[in-house]
Nanobody, 124 residues
């Protein structure tokens, strides 16, 4: 099993930036990709961004393209989500996820492990 721990959430004004981190531990040698999803109050959990663990593949939701950047550090089993030009509609709990097998990176069902989430609040 992979354990995932997110950090870096908080309160920021619109137009500001935050960087989220997700540290993976446990069964980390078998991994296809990792990603970020978010869930706003009263809404479903939505895909934000994903990165393949080997190679250079990344993918983003249209709503965050050009503002968010996902990256990874294989040496310390950590992924990051740099969030710039934040908007109030980015307010949500952000969840880190890990997938052991190939699948469509935008689907929740592709991912086997989930973190507990970190709150991001963007004030207007």
């Amino acid at each position: 099993q992979v354990q995932l721990v997110e950090s870096g959430g908080g309160l920021v004004q619109a137009g500001g930036s935050l960087r989220l981190s997700c540290a993976a531990s446990g069964r980390t040698f078998s991994r296809y990709a990792m990603g970020w999803f978010r869930q706003a109050p009263g809404k479903e959990r939505d895909f934000v961004a994903a990165i393949k663990w080997y190679g250079s593949g990344t993918t983003y939701a249209d709503s965050v393209k050009g503002r968010f950047t996902i990256s990874r550090n294989n040496a310390n089993n950590t992924i990051y989500l740099q969030m710039n030009s934040l908007k109030p509609e980015d307010t949500a709990v952000y969840y880190c996820s890990a997938a052991q097998r190939m699948g469509y990176l935008g689907y929740q069902s592709t991912y086997d492990a989930w973190g507990q989430g970190t709150q991001v609040t963007v004030s207007s």
